[in-house]
């Protein structure tokens, strides 16, 4: 079976998305983007309205209902109740999407726009932060789909929420691939996850140093370590396997990363590698960079 093949899964129901996160994290962008994709969009929901607002039958077109510590009601034991209640409700889909994003790069954005943070008014922001952190960290854990915006312009923001929400013909399953350093932790919401560490390292070479792994140099420096075709063939393998299961049991996305010391060299050449052999076989691919694009945009 190719991934273009038809699939027998059982259809969707209509589809309701909560949108939440810590304030500053993008979700005012997630919500129009979403309601450009033909999303009834409601921000700000109260949550004691939700079951007055889903009476009846289903809805006749998808939901995005923003709701986040601003809300006066909000309570992150309320919306998770209501978040698993409408995924046990027969003719729905219910996901809770939650938009992260890095303490220090959301004192930076409070910082440019001289905002007050909404749980310290009067205070310093990062004091805010950090107990909207605490506060909302049971729907993180929970969150059916987890997107780190510490590294996404608004632009960037709209077109992932585009990659991950808007219709598809069929059961598609979109593939996100990146790179990642170790030494600022996995990213936020991998799947699978590889490390490339054991592979020869370009940044001992000054030539190859100030270069990252979408350069041909560098990538012909990764790939003649005699471990590399192995280890490409091995995973290029299993993902083959995997991504057709994971497609076949209903999963909407899946995000796949490659790390080492830096992010620089050899996780982006995998990536780089990998992203095309999906590209190729069919899949629906995006990748992404991280350490590379913070870089660039100066985080």
Known sequence: MTPESENKTTPRGPRVVFVTGP?????????????????????????????????????????????????RDFSAKRLLWEYERLSATPGLEADLLYLDCEPLTLQRRYSETRRRHPLAPDDDPANGIARELDLLGPLRRRASVLVDTTTLSPHELRKEM??????????????????????????????????????????????????????????????ADPTFAAFETQVSGMLDLLLPAFRDSDRSHLTIAFGCTGGKHRSVAMTEKLASHLAEAGWQVSKRHREVDQRRTGV
């Open 162 to 223: 585009e990659r991950l929400f808007a219709a598809r013909d069929g059961a598609k399953l979109s593939v996100t691939i990146t790179s990642f350093s170790y030494r600022r932790g996995l990213p936020t919401g991998a799947d699978l996850v590889f490390d490339c560490r054991f592979l020869r390292n370009p940044h001992w070479e000054p030539e190859l140093r100030p270069l990252d792994g979408r350069d041909p140099a560098v990538r012909g420096y990764i790939e």
């Open 23 to 71: 304030s500053g994290a993008g979700r005012t962008t997630a919500i129009n983007a979403l309601e450009d994709l033909g999303f009834e969009a409601i921000d700000n929901l109260p949550l004691s309205l939700l079951p007055r607002l889903l009476e009846g039958p289903p809805p006749d077109r998808p939901m995005a209902l923003g709701t986040d510590a601003r809300n």
